[in-house]
């Protein structure tokens, strides 16, 4: 007396091959989750780190002048002040190594 196992091939129930699908696209939805994760931070740790930003604050002004615009170009940070004079400062010593009259003509 041998027993024959039970086919397998009856097609499933309409509820369990939907839920199987469901489990098949989640999985896929997963993994390219992680990896679209993994991929972001490998972009974002791999980068350069970010320059360290020097606040205007840090620079002398003349007295009665005020800043209208900053800039920071490479070691060099730019302050257009009222009175209509461009300063560049070194970035490290905080000294003015240029100015640029706007009002002479």
Do not use: C, K, W
């Not at 027993?3 to 097609?11: L, R, V, Y």
């Not at 205007?56 to 730019?78: C, N, R, W």
Request: glycine letters at 10%.
């Amino acid at each position: 007396m041998m027993d024959t196992p039970q086919e397998d091939n009856a097609p499933l129930p309409g509820h369990l091959r939907l839920l199987r699908n469901l489990v098949t696209v989640l999985t896929v939805v997963m993994i390219f989750g992680v990896i679209a994760i993994t991929g972001l931070l490998v972009i974002r740790l791999s980068a350069p780190p970010a320059p360290v930003l020097v606040f205007p604050e840090a620079f002398a002004l003349p007295a009665g002048v005020a800043m209208t615009g900053y800039s920071q170009l490479g070691g060099q940070a730019v302050i257009v002040g009222d009175d209509g004079v461009i300063r560049v400062f070194d970035m490290e010593s905080g000294e003015v190594t240029r100015e640029i009259d706007l009002t002479d003509e």
